[in-house]
């Protein structure tokens, strides 16, 4: 019989003598404060005078909430049929947003990389670039590629359209093999900018390549997008959602089943998403219905200029008054009326907010997260009678702050607020000891600054739930964790 494993978790086993007198000792060679000047500095930092001078930094960012632009096109990519993300850069990125992307889903997450390295940046890489989809044609065997570049790709100026046209001459690439790319770099915009530069470019190069005509609302169908949604949870209840409707739709960008595969004892590299046959196809709907709009910007233009779309854009649908709005839109697009069991879902969910306004009304809290999210969580927070005062948002821009701060206005609940764009959870530490609240809602990047002002850490639920009004799951207390 095999022995058990024994595995210690790191913060416990650092905290043994052995390691903390190693510390001890090579504190002498670094130039060493004693713990009375640590201590004090420590107080400092949580001082109003060091918040006024954490708000006034401007040239250095600490722990932004916002991943690379490669990250969110890598799910983009993913939400398409035996689609390749290909990322034509450093092989230390695609590391990265591999292992961020399997560490949320926990599942693999199939991703090639040029592996641009010393010779590449200075001769350019477009010899990486050719023998790269080569090679991947010929090991995953994608029906679609989906180019995107790190910084360094971007830096020295690569030019993706011409090295994709001199693959396709040099017969690495079939001439029928669709590959939409986009340029991605890391120091402008953010992983939902990301989302949104591939996903416009996956529907582009699929109308593009499509011999079909498109004729707006012939088809009587409705597309779907959800945007840069790391909630698998939400892809099943907007689909039980349109069942009971009885609609007939496309979700465009299906990452649900990569993102949350069935463990069978098989592996391959391409689980589900959408069929590429049915995007331009998409292009005759009866209109458009998305659920994001900030990480969806590019690509909704696209649908309206181009394919003459009705496009219903709103944010993450939390809440009672946000959901009455989607379903109206549904019944608006679909021209059928709400289901009763919809109905009766709703009353029990007003019941449970009423049952536990005891227990929310009036707490204070901190949200983080993207701008879509917030604006639902937002709303849904201010009908529970909660009480948002630190909003943090890395990614946002002044539309964003603007309709934040509409929504923030128009409730008793939201006068105490104040929405940060732009800002990082270092500015957020210092808000949370200057101005405390009783808990903190975003991503398990929190867990710091919430661990040290000792308040709970409320994170999103990461994986497959029931439904669409799943919204956030409690984890254990920061301060045990
Ligand atoms: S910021 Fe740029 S270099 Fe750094 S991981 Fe992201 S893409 Fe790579």
Request: proline share 5%; net charge negative.
């Amino acid at each position: 019989m095999s022995e058990r494993l024994h595995i210690p978790d790191h913060n416990k086993l650092f905290q043994e003598d052995k390691y903390v007198r190693q510390r001890e000792r090579k504190r002498e060679f670094e130039a060493p404060c004693s713990e009375q000047e640590v201590q004090e500095t420590l107080e400092y930092s949580r001082s109003k005078e060091y918040k006024d001078k954490n708000f006034a930094r401007s040239a250095v960012v600490v722990n932004p909430a916002k991943a690379c632009q490669p990250l969110g096109a890598i799910m983009a990519a993913l939400g398409f049929e035996k689609t390749l993300p290909f990322i034509h850069g450093s092989q230390g990125c695609t590391a990265y947003f591999r292992s961020h992307l399997s560490r949320h889903f926990k599942e693999p997450v199939p991703a090639v990389s040029t592996s641009m390295t010393e010779d590449a940046a200075v001769f350019g890489g477009m010899s990486n670039l050719i023998d790269g989809v080569e090679n991947s044609i010929a090991l995953y065997k994608p029906q679609m590629i989906a180019v995107c570049t790190t910084c360094m790709a971007e830096v020295i100026g690569d030019d993706l359209s011409a090295f994709l046209g001199n693959a396709r001459q040099a017969g690495a690439l079939p001439e029928d093999m669709p590959v939409p790319f986009a340029n991605t770099p890391s120091f402008s915009g953010s992983h939902i900018t990301g989302y949104d530069v591939m996903l416009r470019s996956v529907l582009e190069t699929l109308f593009n390549q499509s011999t079909e005509v498109a004729q707006s609302g012939t088809s009587g169908k409705v597309n779907v997008l959800l945007g840069f949604d790391s909630y698998t949870g939400n892809f099943a209840g907007i689909k039980r959602i349109l069942a009971m409707f009885g609609a007939d739709y496309t979700i465009l960008g299906d990452h649900s089943s990569n993102f949350d595969s069935g463990a069978t004892g098989e592996y391959t590299y391409y689980y589900g998403g959408t069929p590429l046959a049915e995007v331009p196809k998409s292009a005759n709907a009866q209109g458009t219905l998305a659920l994001q709009k900030f990480s969806l910007r590019k690509s909704l233009s696209y649908m309206k200029n181009t394919w003459g779309q009705q496009i219903v854009a709103m944010s993450t649908p939390l809440g009672i008054v946000a959901t009455d709005d989607l379903l109206d839109e549904i019944s608006r697009l679909t021209g059928r009326a709400v289901p009763e069991m919809l109905i009766q879902e709703r009353a029990r969910v007003v019941d449970a907010m009423t049952d536990s306004h005891a227990y929310l009304h009036g707490k204070r809290l901190a949200l983080v997260g993207d701008p879509d999210l917030l604006l639902g969580l937002i709303t849904f927070c201010l009908e529970l009678g909660m009480e948002p005062v630190h909003i943090i948002c890395s990614n946002g821009d002044a539309k964003f702050k603007k309709e934040a701060e509409q929504l923030l206005q128009v409730s008793p609940y939201g006068a105490e607020a104040t929405v940060h764009v732009g800002q990082d959870l270092w500015h957020l530490r210092s808000l949370l000891f200057d101005d405390p609240v009783d808990l903190a809602i975003g991503s398990s990047h929190v867990k710091y600054a919430a661990k040290e002002a000792g308040i709970p850490l409320y994170e999103w639920a990461s994986r497959s739930s029931t439904g669409i009004t799943c919204i956030v799951i409690p984890s254990s207390a920061t301060r045990e964790r």
